[in-house]
């Protein structure tokens, strides 16, 4: 239980053109599911949190506008980098975590975040 | 706001040795949650060990234990026996034991060698 997967694992596009970057849970409901952004040898930057069936929740700092969050279903969220630019180079990473009980929580622990593998964006 | 603090940037340890790895926080809780995640070069972020603020018992995860202060905020993390699959960046993180969104909040993480 407990897997998260993310789609592309690397994605190379033009400065200018949006990439969408899709993260999934695959044996349990997200209940909320959260976006970061890794620097080179740096920690993990929170994005953004998104809520099943309410609009995404952004850090401070984070353009809305720019980075759409879309939690489509409760096994799916979208992060769609719009207008890429080279400083949006960067590791982008999910995690899940689910607050339904039973099958629905598929052997999770419902405080503890899941990670998916990460997506490498390079901008050119 | 709650702050991580990992001191030390870099860790050696030979293999079959034992390490710790320190992590201090700032909280004005008394429920929260406290994890060890490990980042391989793969960059896959993998749960180590977690630990519930009430529970006065030190959580232990096969050859990963921690030494959880309450008092003192002070959480390290135990690796025995060292083996060269556990070379990888560690970071400590902490979140609220309340609400449904509630945020990690990690640490600037410690990059552990492990040498023959």
């Known amino acids: 239980g407990a897997v998260v997967s993310q789609h592309p694992s690397w994605v190379i596009c033009k400065s200018g053109t949006s990439v969408k970057i899709e993260c999934r849970s695959l044996d349990f409901q997200a209940t909320t599911m959260f976006w970061y952004r890794q620097f080179p040898k740096q920690s993990l930057m929170l994005m953004a949190t998104?809520?099943?069936?309410?609009?995404?929740?952004?850090e401070q700092g984070v353009e809305k506008d720019k980075f759409l969050i879309n939690h489509a279903s409760l096994t799916l969220s979208t992060l769609t980098v719009t207008s890429a630019h080279p400083e949006d180079s960067s590791f982008y990473i999910c995690?899940?975590?689910?607050?339904?009980?039973?099958?629905?929580?598929?052997?999770?622990?419902?405080?503890?975040?899941?990670f998916g593998p990460g997506t490498r964006l390079t901008v050119l | 706001a709650q702050t991580v603090t990992q001191s030390q940037p870099e860790m050696s340890v030979q293999e079959a040795e034992t390490v710790t790895l320190s992590c201090t926080y700032d909280t004005s809780e008394s429920d929260y949650y406290l994890f060890w995640y490990k980042q391989p070069p793969s960059r896959q972020m993998i749960l180590v060990i977690r630990q519930e603020a009430y529970k006065q018992q030190n959580a232990t995860e096969n050859r990963f234990s921690v030494n959880f202060q309450k008092a003192a905020k002070s959480f390290s993390l135990k690796i025995s026996d060292s083996q060269l699959g556990d070379a990888a960046m560690y970071f400590c993180?902490?979140?609220?034991?309340?609400?449904?969104?509630?945020?990690?909040?990690f640490g600037t993480g410690t990059r552990l060698q492990v040498t023959l």
């Open positions: 993180a902490y979140r609220t034991f309340t609400g449904t969104a509630s945020k990690l909040t």
């Open positions: 998104s809520n099943e069936g309410s609009k995404a929740t952004y």
């Open positions: 995690s899940a975590i689910t607050y339904r009980t039973g099958i629905l929580a598929g052997g999770t622990s419902t405080d503890t975040q899941y």
